[in-house]
């Protein structure tokens, strides 16, 4: 109905002009005093003329919309499946709709092309800057002080920054190399926890964590990037107190601190890309990266990420591990 009434309106002179010429019969026909049925009878067939005539040239419309329609669904390789142009002006439209669309591919293959070289720098910068890091957490090995003990926390963080890098870089690289299998869920906890022992130690922050004995289809590496960066936060946000890892029913993976919280109002913004938030803005280190990056790893492995908080009183993220079905195979 709503293709007929637009149809009705992009034909409205044509119509105009019918029925002027309606019009013009009835009065010439008045004038002349000629009888009102000789005047209905041509009138009727003109109008059943019309009738037929606008119901052919609407199934032209129709069906050449629903072509148009069925075009626009597809890229642009298939620009050569347009209906007919019907006249010059729809030619010349058709060829301005192939030249853009051959910009468009163009841009976009330069655009592949600048992105590709890009990681393709970062990570040789990656690898290259892992090397003077692994020499100095080899040196740091071989002292135990307050001074080396904080040196090896803050080269971790460093690790880190590099790490998240690489993860943004290469989050919707088709070449991504995801293995969807079961895990041992406490094996990866396991690894995360012993990347921040001497941060736990340095802080003199308690860890309330019991095995979780359960196992989960998801990617080892990249669930190890969410659970790490979640404690990350939980210990860059948590002054003094604990942080506890367990397991809620049925199957959902929980990191809690006593840190110092999220703001209600930041809450509902905290998984977008920059957004930094009250506490953000109070630490100038903040990119704002870190929990985008979760939430984009979890939705492609198939898990559910949620943030409880309050102010003052401390964090908790749940990761639900449920056997969901992931977006990546």
């Not at 060829?95 to 976009?108: F, K, Q, V, W, Y």
């Not at 559910?304 to 990761?319: A, L, Y």
Request: charged share 25%.
């Amino acid at each position: 109905m709503e293709l007929f009434l637009q149809y009705l309106k992009h034909r409205r002179k044509e119509l105009f002009l019918v029925l002027m010429f309606f019009v013009i019969f009835i009065i010439t026909f008045a004038l002349y005093d000629i009888p009102l049925k000789a005047v209905l009878y041509p009138a009727a067939l003109c109008l059943l003329m019309c009738i037929i005539f606008t119901i052919a040239d609407f199934a032209r419309v129709k069906k050449k919309h629903e072509d148009l329609t069925y075009v626009k669904a597809f890229s642009d390789i298939i620009s050569d499946k347009f209906p007919a142009a019907e006249s010059v002006e729809g030619e010349d439209y058709q060829r301005i709709i192939r030249m853009l669309m051959d910009e468009h591919s163009e841009t976009i293959a330069k655009s592949n092309k600048e992105y590709m070289d890009m990681v393709e720098y970062f990570s040789i910068w990656a690898h290259q800057i892992k090397t003077p890091i692994a020499s100095m957490k080899l040196t740091l090995q071989n002292e135990d002080s307050p001074l080396s003990r904080k040196l090896s926390n803050q080269l971790l963080r460093i690790e880190q920054y590099v790490e998240m890098v690489m993860t943004f870089l290469r989050l919707n690289s088709e070449s991504t190399d995801y293995v969807i299998k079961e895990y041992d869920i406490d094996s990866i906890i396991r690894q995360a926890l012993k990347k921040f022992s001497g941060e736990f130690i340095e802080r003199k922050l308690s860890l309330d964590y019991e095995p979780l004995n359960v196992s989960a289809i998801t990617d080892e590496k990249w669930l190890s990037f969410v659970i790490e960066q979640v404690l990350s936060n939980s210990l860059k946000y948590t002054p003094s107190g604990s942080i506890r890892i367990a397991l809620e029913a049925p199957q959902k993976l929980s990191i809690s601190d006593t840190g110092i919280g999220i703001a209600k109002e930041d809450l509902p913004r905290v998984f977008q890309q920059g957004y930094t938030g009250y506490n953000g803005r109070t630490d100038n280190k903040a990119s704002g990266i870190g929990l985008y990056l979760c939430k984009c790893i979890c939705t492609k492995l198939g898990h559910n990420i949620e943030i409880r908080s309050q102010v003052d009183k401390g964090t908790t993220v749940t990761i639900d591990l449920s056997q969901q079905k992931p977006e990546i195979e």
